[in-house]
């Protein structure tokens, strides 16, 4: 049994003023969310995250500055760790093409893992907290769009 769950993901606000975000199935469970994962033992943070972004989408990504580390209490969906997230900003670094839907859960694929996955880019201004499933990340959107009335 795991006590902590280190979760690493990461906002991805393009050029077109549009936000990347994941929609998952596993273990039954369907959920949307930011692109990353889980820290591996003997990983750093900023190191999981770029692996998680290049397994998920096969982009290369340059972390540019942190949003948010989780400051509540929050017990994992699907065991009985205590989840520990950290939000970062990043930029593509390559010129990867993902296979973006406009419907949530549209899925066409399998992963072997049994894991489904599939991206959607939603408009800055039209993504809502609400839109996400976990309180965590809902948390960090606030926190990214209180950073982006500060930068402007």
Do not use: C
């Not at 006590?3 to 039954?28: A, H, K, M, Q, W």
């Not at 889980?38 to 770029?50: S, T």
């Not at 593509?92 to 093409?97: F, L, S, Y």
């Amino acid at each position: 049994m795991f006590l902590f769950n280190v979760r690493v993901y990461g906002i991805l606000l393009n050029s077109n003023n549009e936000v990347l975000i994941s929609d998952e199935r596993t273990e039954n469970v369907s959920f949307t969310k930011f692109p990353g994962g889980g820290l591996e033992y003997g990983e750093g943070l900023i190191e999981a995250l770029k692996r998680e972004y290049l397994e998920e989408t096969g982009m290369d990504v340059e972390v540019t500055k942190h949003i948010y580390t989780t400051d509540f209490y929050e017990k994992s969906s699907f065991n009985e760790s205590q989840i520990i997230s950290i939000y970062y900003q990043v930029e593509q670094k390559n010129d990867i093409v993902l296979n973006i839907r406009t419907k949530s859960f549209d899925f066409t694929e399998k992963s072997l893992e049994g894991k489904l996955q599939a991206f959607r880019l939603i408009p800055l201004n039209e993504l809502k907290e609400n839109d996400l499933t976990f309180k965590t990340d809902r948390v960090a959107w606030v926190e990214f769009l209180k950073s982006l009335d500060k930068i402007q």
